[in-house]
């Protein structure tokens, strides 16, 4: 249950580089982050830093800044850790925190953590049983707050809708965004990722963009749900059409981030988890920051 002062806000940052950089260095950028006006910061969780590490560490150095995890991978730790380290961040950092779940992938899973990925619906039912059922015997909240789903495709959505507060989908066009508000209804947490390259030049832009999607085009469950949304399997080669390219990568100047974002809410969105990408994908310029700041939050 979301705690009734937590304001998600209409435009977030979604970012893993904080793993490429030291600690105190990645304080430093947070709290810029804030002073531009975000509203709520996203990290993942691949192989890199433990995000609730990363989210307590962030906190702590903001004031009114949110953290949400983009996603954590339920198959990292079990029910009662999950749930519990929620509630601590909660009665820690109270309305400042989202938690956002999801399966992962087959190759993370089984061949990276060691676990069997051959249910990952069912298994993220149970999951959730499970954190409904743990018991926590330390000060703090006696019910968890808020939890989004990652959630691509119709079942998982539903789930998002009936036993958490929304989806968090990833690697989405704005025709996914008005497919899983259409599931979700309208009461329930939508906030799509959007990725973003400040650049005009059609050439360069999409040589960045096909650097980073590279790795999410080998992923079955993103490759599926593409399929689902208008693209067909020759979108999906060599490393992505100019058309797929351009559907999940806002590239240009910010007005062309602003659009697209606009588009997102348009769509149904409540709250859009921006990705600002650069050429050596392991840094975020701050005076691009600044400029997406600029045009975004005017929206």
């Known amino acids: 249950m979301l705690n009734e ?31 531009l006006g975000f509203s709520t910061l996203w ?5 890199g830093r433990d995000p609730f590490v990363s989210a307590t560490m962030f906190l702590g150095h903001t004031t009114k800044l949110n953290l949400a995890t983009g996603i954590a991978n339920v198959y990292a730790r079990d029910a009662v850790t999950m749930a519990n380290t929620q509630r601590a961040l909660e009665e820690a950092f109270p309305g400042r925190f989202l938690l956002g779940l999801g399966v992962s992938h087959e190759h993370l899973v089984n061949r990276v953590r060691k676990h069997d990925y051959s249910k990952p619906y069912s298994y993220m ?4 049983d499970d954190m409904d059922n743990t018991i926590f015997k330390a000060v703090g909240p006696s019910e968890r707050s808020g939890t989004v789903l990652a959630a691509l495709g119709p079942r998982m959505l539903k789930l998002a809708a009936s036993r958490a507060d929304g989806a968090h989908p990833y690697f ?9 508000r259409e599931i979700l209804g309208g009461e329930a947490i939508l906030a799509p990722e959007q990725m973003v390259i400040l650049d005009t030049n059609a050439e360069s832009a999409r040589a960045t963009a096909r650097l980073h999607m590279s790795p999410y085009m080998r992923a079955p469950n993103y490759q599926n749900n593409l399929l689902r949304h208008g693209f067909v ?5 060599d490393g992505g059409s100019d058309k797929l ?10 007005s062309v981030a602003v659009e697209r974002v606009a588009a997102h809410l348009d769509a149904g969105a409540n709250h859009v988890a921006v990705q600002l990408l650069s050429a050596d994908g392991a840094s975020l310029p701050r005076e691009q920051l600044s400029e997406l700041a600029s045009g975004l939050l005017a929206l």
């Open 233 to 237: 399997e020759d979108d999906l080669a």
């Open 125 to 128: 039912v149970d999951y959730l």
């Open 5 to 35: 002062n937590f304001e998600l806000g209409q435009i977030g940052l979604w970012t893993g580089v904080f793993d490429a950089m030291p600690s105190s260095l990645a304080k430093e950028y947070v709290a810029y982050i804030e002073e």
């Open 43 to 47: 990290l993942p969780e691949t192989v």
């Open 245 to 254: 390219v351009d559907a999940i990568v806002a590239w240009g100047d910010v």
């Open 172 to 180: 989405v066009p704005v025709a996914h965004t008005a497919y899983a």
